[in-house]
């Protein structure tokens, strides 16, 4: 199984970067836009695994206290064509991040290594980048938790589902 540790969104939060798709939409950017369950903050891609276990038991070890994060500018990978959402988080998802690979180390759970850049992907294979209209969402979210996420391909769509969460100590 494929695997990857994630924010995933509050609602509301999730509702304010489904506006921004839809005003990307609006543009006349193509691609494939990523579904609404799908949005997340990726924090370590792990990949396939036989058993979720390892990785189970590496985020039982994360410790962290909860935070805010808000939505920044919006970014464009053009090596992969991926417009994405920023975010603005004090560097607490790349302390997070660091925190998740450390543990995943520790338990020899293996993870790719590039550094994290915290980001939403919005809409992968994008058809440009021609973004400076779009309004920043405004909208603000605490992270309580961390997802171990699956990633499965189910009738020809990406699906993503958690196996097992982390909370943050208050
Ligand atoms: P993303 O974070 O830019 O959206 C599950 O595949 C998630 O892990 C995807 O959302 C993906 O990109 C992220 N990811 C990070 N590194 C990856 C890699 N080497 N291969 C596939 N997905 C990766």
Excluded at 2 to 8: D, E, H, K, N, T
Aim: hydrophobic content about 40%.
């Amino acid at each position: 199984m494929r695997l990857f540790v994630a924010l995933m969104l509050s609602d509301a939060f999730r509702a304010s970067i489904i506006n921004t798709q839809a005003a990307l939409r609006k543009c006349g950017i193509k691609g494939t836009y990523t579904a609404p369950d799908s949005l997340h903050v990726t924090l370590a891609f792990i990949g396939e695994q036989k058993s979720p276990s390892a990785a189970n038991d590496a985020l039982k070890q994360v410790s962290f206290s909860p935070f805010e994060i808000s939505a920044g500018p919006l970014g464009y990978f053009r090596s992969s064509s991926i417009i994405w959402q920023g975010l603005e988080d004090n560097g607490n998802i790349v302390m997070l991040a660091e925190k998740v690979r450390t543990a995943l180390q520790r338990s020899g759970v293996p993870f790719d290594g590039k550094p994290a850049v915290p980001h939403i992907t919005l809409i992968r294979r994008a058809s440009s980048f021609d973004a400076e209209k779009i309004a920043v969402p405004t909208e603000t979210m605490t992270v309580e938790r961390i997802d171990l996420m699956r990633s499965d391909v189910i009738s020809g769509r990406r699906v993503y589902t958690s196996l097992f969460y982390r909370k943050a100590e208050s």
